[in-house]
C-alpha cells in the first residue's frame, strides 16, 4: 500500500484525517491554507448574521431551521449538565476564504448523565455554490467529532465512549433533486439510514409559539434518521435500545428550547418503536431514489 504523506500546510489544526466519515477521505488532497474556520459565540458575534443569514436564506422558507432567537439560545449551551440530565455543547461554525463566506454548520453534542455517550446532532451544512465539490463539505462532517470529544470532557465521561453523529433527512423523492444530491453526498461518505419501514421518526414543529398557536398545535415533519456510528460505520444493524436512546437525545435537545406541549406529539412516537433487543437494519440512504 502506498503512505501518502500530506504537508502540514495543507490542514488547518482544526482538520483531522482520522475524524474523516470513510468516503470523505479525498478532502486530504486538497490544500487548505486558503480556508479559516471560526466559532460564532453569540447573537452578537459580527458572524452571527452572517452565518444564520445564510442558513436563513436557504432553509427558513422550507421550515427547515429554527428561529434565531432559539439558536441565540442555544449559543449558550457549552457542555454543561441541564437540568434534564443531559449535557448539551452547541456550536456555529463559520468557513471563510479571503474573508468571504465558504460554508457555515452547525451541531450540538448531547451526553446523557447516565450514560456513557455522545450523541450529536447534525443541524445543517451549508456550503456557498463555487465551494461545492472541494471537500469542505467532509471536513465540516468530521467537526462535530471533537464536540462531541470536548462534550464527553466536560462531564468526565471516558474518551473511548462511543460517537454517533445523526442527520434528519427528508424521505427520498425522485422529482426533487436537492434531496437526492444530499442523500448521495451522505451515502458516499458512509452514513447509513436507519430503516424508515421500521421507525417512523417525527422532528418538532420549528415555528415559533404563535405560529404554531395560530396553526391550531404542532406540526412535527416526518424524517428519516442518518447515523454515522464513529469506529462502527461497517456495522449495518442496530438495535431498538440504541435508537431509541439517538432519538430520546434528540428530543432531550429540542426540549431544551421548545415548549413540553409542543413536544408531547413527538415523545408518544416512542412508544411505537420497536422493543429494545429488536434488531433493525441500516439502509443505504438512497434507497427509494429510482
Known amino acids: 500500500m502506498r503512505c501518502i504523506v500530506f504537508p502540514e500546510r495543507m490542514l488547518k489544526p482544526w482538520m ?11 478532502c486530504l488532497e486538497r490544500d487548505w491554507s486558503d480556508v479559516e474556520l471560526s466559532r460564532v459565540e453569540s447573537a452578537d458575534d459580527p458572524g452571527f448574521d452572517i452565518a444564520f443569514g445564510a442558513l436563513w436564506a436557504e432553509f427558513g422558507a422550507k421550515g427547515e431551521i429554527e428561529q434565531a432567537a432559539v439558536l441565540s439560545r442555544r449559543l449558550r449551551w457549552h457542555g454543561q449538565l441541564q437540568e434534564n440530565g443531559y449535557g448539551l455543547r452547541y456550536r456555529l461554525m463559520l468557513v471563510t476564504s479571503g474573508g468571504k463566506f465558504v460554508a457555515v454548520r452547525d451541531h450540538t453534542a448531547i451526553v446523557p448523565k447516565d450514560e456513557d455517550a455522545a450523541y450529536v446532532h447534525l443541524s445543517h451544512n451549508l456550503v456557498s455554490p463555487e465551494w461545492r465539490r472541494t471537500g469542505i463539505a467532509g471536513w465540516l462532517r468530521a467537526l462535530p467529532v471533537q464536540t462531541a470529544r470536548h462534550g464527553l470532557a466536560a462531564l468526565n465521561k471516558p474518551e473511548s465512549s462511543p460517537i454517533t453523529l445523526i442527520a434528519e433527512m427528508e ?3 425522485p422529482t426533487v433533486e436537492a434531496t437526492a444530491i444530499r442523500l448521495g453526498a451522505y451515502e458516499k461518505a458512509g ?6 419501514d421500521r421507525i417512523s421518526y417525527l422532528q418538532p414543529d420549528f415555528g415559533s409559539p404563535d405560529q404554531i398557536d395560530f396553526a391550531g398545535g404542532p406540526r ?3 424524517l428519516t434518521l442518518m447515523v454515522r456510528r464513529v469506529g462502527r460505520e461497517s456495522e449495518r444493524q442496530i438495535t431498538g435500545r440504541e435508537v431509541k436512546s439517538i432519538v430520546t437525545a434528540l428530543y432531550k435537545m429540542y426540549e431544551g ?3 413540553a406541549r409542543d413536544m408531547a406529539e413527538v415523545w408518544k412516537t416512542l412508544d411505537s418503536y420497536p422493543g429494545d433487543d429488536e434488531i433493525i437494519d441500516l439502509v443505504s440512504p438512497t434507497r427509494g431514489i429510482s
Not at 483531522?16 to 479525498?26: C, N, T, V, W, Y
Not at 452514513?191 to 424508515?196: A, I, N, Q
Open 171 to 173: 424521505y427520498p423523492d
Open 220 to 222: 412535527p415533519l416526518p
Open 16 to 26: 483531522i484525517p482520522g475524524d474523516l466519515a470513510p468516503g470523505d477521505r479525498k
Open 257 to 259: 428550547t421548545f415548549r
Open 191 to 196: 452514513y447509513l439510514k436507519v430503516d424508515p
